[in-house]
């Protein structure tokens, strides 16, 4: 069995979060959506993919001259582990205190209550 990829940091999850969104991307595309106009260099995006392939969280294609980098696992996959890190870190393994805790503190669409409902029902269901 496989280990466990590492959880991405801050800043790995939002480049992360480009790859996801706009798909297989070079390092100069990644910097010009998250960094473009700011005082953050080009380097940093560099070493945060580099960073990212080095713990397995992205695929680089070396094909070109310019590297092109992939999410190495779908989004929902890597925002479960890192959920999960977060309960565990956090809320003592206790996914509820989460929920209770995030619910506290921000606003819940009726679309979004109606799913939260939906998914209590069926975790009752499959605790019967």
């Known amino acids: ?5 590492p959880e991405p940091t801050d800043a790995e999850l939002q480049v992360l979060r480009v790859l996801w969104r706009h798909g297989p991307s070079t390092v100069r595309e990644v910097f010009d959506v998250l960094y473009q106009g700011t005082s953050v260099g080009y380097t940093t995006a560099l070493k945060l993919l580099q960073n990212l392939y080095a ?4 695929r680089r294609d070396e094909a070109r001259r310019r590297h092109i980098y992939e999410a190495a696992a779908p989004e ?3 925002m479960t582990g890192v ?3 977060l309960i565990d870190r956090a809320f003592d393994g206790r996914a509820a205190a989460l929920a209770l ?5 921000g606003r819940a ?3 979004e209550l ?3 409902k939906a998914m209590i029902r069926r975790l009752e269901d499959r605790a019967r």
Not at 55 to 58: A, D, I, P, T, Y
């Open 1 to 5: 069995m496989s280990q466990p990829l």
């Open 114 to 116: 109606a799913e939260l």
């Open 83 to 85: 959920v999960k890190d």
């Open 101 to 105: 805790r995030a619910l506290g503190a």
């Open 109 to 111: 669409s009726r679309e």
């Open 55 to 58: 713990k397995g969280l992205v």
């Open 76 to 78: 929902a996959e890597t």
